[in-house]
């Protein structure tokens, strides 16, 4: 690896860890199409602070367009304040009218300003090591890891200092309220610390997938874990994994590295959205047959335990005594053998002594409406899940 | 009881509170005295839980002041505790119960200052106390109306208040959880706290209460159960019919 394959991986990480942190909190507060605006409205603020400092790094120029950003927060609270619109079409009112001023501000300036469309929209990465940042003639490294770097570390104090207030604010804007909290300042520092961040990102990954390194990470931990600290980390993992692996799938492909850190994303998001261990669409349906099976399995022991006489408990009756339309009788007769909770002599169904013992005791728990400590009944006695 | 006390828990003159500047509570005088189990009571929409807002800060008066023990509530957050209506938080926050509970510690800590193993310790205390201990891994989401319901009322528990306010605790909760509710309730009264709930069951009233309040739109009385719980006022603050809403509840 070269040391410019090396520093462009290092500035796409500190990207994504950099949008990942506050990207974490608007999702949180269902806030992501603001980030939305923000990356796309801060264009007019970026464009006139080049016109002044001439340099896409520049500390003013990050300022001017941080300041466009949050400027554009207060715009589409103020008209959605008024009760004419929704906040989506206030987003929608704002965020186009800045870009387009944007756009049309580089379109006239074209000859003079060294910024094109395409790398508004998709950032270049790839050309990030050729601007060096020079200390006393000598060479300390690309300006925009400085930039994204510092940004970071300002982030990362911040939340450390405040990861308290953030969470309270964000879960119960009135508890935070009545402790003497102001949600408001939270919700403006929140909004400043996503603006800066955008900028600072927007030279390496553009407008369009600072987007997604701000929403996809933290929207793919959320699926993952009850814990708002572990979906701090998830989420940081997720984008450095796409940073890293992103450059790679770039390198193969000869594609645009932002790009392909995207694609990546979007293709974690999908695999923790069909596989995720709880909330993942295969194992809920897993999860909603087992339980159907062995809810099924409990009404089945019940009826047994209900009926002495032989008749209500031979094989081929079964199917008549209980509402089995969803599982077939076999499969619930199986798991019932397979845990020894019945045995079967000439076709007539019985409980064995520890089935007895299981519905005796799954029976004091329905009628006291305890059913959730039947999962922990069950964790005892199954040898086999449904 | 403290009622003798000269500085009242709550004062509240000329309170006048407006939706968008349409006022829904029109100059509103009440004085809570220290020490008293109080209800608020009146029909859907009077104005109760936007009274307690007011009370809190989370709305600002277009009129009138509010001093909690002789001050504006700003200089006495600490003294307070809330407990919402049913939800105004985002249940699918990720977050369990012991870490909502624990929330209620926010307010003695300050700025930055992070929570350890006290504020973990008073929250696991509270959490027990209504009974809630075996559910303090949950996330919040999967614990039932009455449940989450305690949970908030552990949380208030924790923020060690003078005053508490509570809007409809006993809301969703079946008969055993709003009996524990209540002698919680009274146990703080004992403690020489102030508590201030908004009850919809009128026929509970002389039971749980000392003090009432009624209250629709404009203020119609307050003082002792005992002294004004009557036909006269109910009829005041539900109109006419105010027997169908005893009976429907
Ligand atoms: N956020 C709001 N914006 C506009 N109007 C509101 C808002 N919240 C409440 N209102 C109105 O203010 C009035 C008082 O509402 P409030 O919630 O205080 O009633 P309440 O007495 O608590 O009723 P309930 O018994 O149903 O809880 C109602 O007419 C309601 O429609
Ligand atoms: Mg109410």
Known sequence: MTSAQLEIQLIAALVAVACAIPGTFLVLRKMAMISDAISHAIL???????????????????????????VTVMLVEFIQKTGLVKEDTAIGLVFPALFSIGVILIAKNANDVHLDIDAVLLGELAFAPFDRLLVGGSDVGPKSLWVIGSILLITITLLLLFFKELKLSTFDKGLATTLGFSPLLIHYALMTVSSVTVVGAFDAVGAVLVVALIIAPAATAYLLTDDLKKMLVLSCFFGIFAAFAGYWLANILDASIAGSMTTVLGFVFLLVYLFAPKQGVFSVFFKERQQRKEVSLLVFLLHLQNHQESNERHVNHLREHINWQKVQAKTVLDLAKKNNLVQISENIVSLTDKGQEFTDEALRYITTNKETAIEELKDRYFLFRG | MHTSSKIPAIQIDDLTVAYNYKPVLWDIDLVVPEGVLMAIVGPNGAGKSTLIKAILGIIKPIAGSVEVFGKPYKKQVDKVAYVPQKGSVDWDF?????????????GSLGWIKRPGQKEKKRALEALEKVGMLEFKSRQISQLSGGQQQRIFLARALVQNAEIYLMDEPFQGVDATTEKAIINILKELRKQGKTLIVVHHDLQTVPEYFDWVTFLNVKGIASGPVKDIFNDD????TYGINYKVAVNQT
């Open chain 1, 44 to 70: 007019p603020g970026i464009v006139l602070g080049f016109f002044i400092t001439q340099d896409l790094n520049s500390p003013l120029l990050i300022l001017l367009a941080a300041i466009t950003g949050v």
């Open chain 2, 94 to 106: 990720p977050t369990v119960a012991l870490d909502v509970v624990m929330m209620g510690t926010y």
């Open chain 2, 233 to 236: 006022n109910l009829t005041k």
